[in-house]
């Protein structure tokens, strides 16, 4: 990971912006949406974005900045930046930032436009939704794992409250008042086809990011074992499991 994703809150918070041109407007305007208070380059801030043509100026300016504490990000220059502005998805409060460390705008930008037309314009209205009814949801799965099994299988593909269908957020309501029971314990064992995370079927990545203890052989691939949730359990085991080939076998469980 050539850098760490975070979510900035910018609420009435300066940021220096040094350009006149249509990429330091396009800046201003981010900045903005996001809250943010513009200030000139002599004002206190922890964050700048420099937008110059001139190759000495952006430098320059730059050096300056950072002799001050300041992070910087200089537009089409990553090499002189702290941070990077990636592409974003909106669906406030939901929102998707895809970052390329600078190495293609383009790549992120066609990225994002597939997003867009994948994710429901409504689908931060379930955000909310889901945060309004987290004390009628704890009631109803008092246990964590029976609540988080419970969550899963709603947003699953094809799930009550699936974040792609533009319908879901008409369905909270009835979730939470229905005979909904946590998914059952299970064990699943998937057969790899390489060791390319791209070669796992959608349902093998979802089971993968959903399961709560992962039992692979010691040559298995990090590349797969990061599609797991950070919390579930990685555990060591027999390089043959369910008998597949030696290494590209792995077992999931659920508690």
């Not at 990971?1 to 609420?11: A, D, G, K, V, W």
């Not at 000495?56 to 089409?76: F, G, M, P, Q, Y």
Request: glycine share 6%; with cysteine; hydrophobic share 45%.
């Amino acid at each position: 990971m050539h850098s760490l994703p975070i979510f900035l809150n910018l609420t009435g918070r300066p940021v220096i912006v040094i350009g006149d041109g249509e990429a330091a407007h396009a800046k201003r305007r981010l900045l903005h949406r996001a809250g943010a208070i513009i200030v000139a380059e002599v004002e206190p801030a922890n964050l700048a974005i420099v937008a110059l043509d001139d190759d000495k100026a952006a430098t320059d300016a730059a050096e300056r900045l950072r002799h001050r504490s300041i992070l910087v990000n200089v537009v089409d220059r990553p090499a002189l930046c702290d941070f990077t502005l990636p592409a974003i998805v909106d669906r406030d409060p939901v929102l998707i930032a895809i970052g390329t460390g600078g190495r293609s705008a383009g790549l992120a930008k066609v990225l994002r436009q597939r997003l867009e037309a994948l994710l429901p314009s409504r689908l931060g209205e379930l955000a909310d939704a889901l945060f309004a009814a987290r004390p009628l949801i704890r009631r109803q799965w008092p246990d964590a794992t029976d609540r988080r099994h419970a969550i899963d299988a709603a947003l699953a593909t094809a799930g009550l409250l699936d974040p792609e269908d533009p319908e879901a957020i008409t369905r909270v309501e009835s979730w939470l008042s229905g005979n909904w029971q946590a998914t059952p314990d299970r064990c699943v064992t998937i057969a790899l086809r390489s060791a390319d995370p791209d070669d796992l079927t959608i349902r093998e990545a979802r089971l993968l990011g959903q399961a709560d203890r992962i039992y692979h052989a010691a040559d298995m691939p990090a590349a797969i074992l990061d599609r797991a949730r950070a919390d579930a359990a990685r555990i060591m085991a027999s390089p043959t499991i369910g008998g597949g080939e030696p290494g590209l076998s792995i077992r999931l469980e659920w508690a």
